[in-house]
């Protein structure tokens, strides 16, 4: 049992560990991921939302200064990210 113990920590001790800027690197390299995934999303959603409402949220905002479509659209903005968000932190 001894033996089989001693077996065990010896073979832990050969795993290779990585240094603190391999790992920097990793976790830099996956937020940048997450990000661009998350920002792909984001837009396939702003499209979506464009494409099902019956007029042009660009139109009612920019030309028309529709505020009620404004605070609609932003709430929707804040729940889509939030919800992206939520699903990169997982």
Known sequence: MIDHLRGL???????????GLELLLQ???AA?????V???VF??????????????ILHEIGEEHNL???IVVAA????ISII??????G
Do not use: N, R, W
């Open 43 to 56: 837009l396939g959603c702003l499209v979506l939302m464009e494409k099902l409402t019956p007029f042009s």
């Open 68 to 70: 009620a479509v404004s």
């Open 9 to 19: 920590a010896q073979a832990t001790e050969t795993l290779p560990t990585s240094t």
């Open 27 to 29: 976790h830099l390299v």
């Open 84 to 89: 992206i968000a939520a699903s990169v932190i």
């Open 76 to 79: 929707i903005v804040l729940g």
């Open 32 to 36: 940048c991921v997450f990000s661009v």
């Open 38 to 40: 998350g920002i792909v």
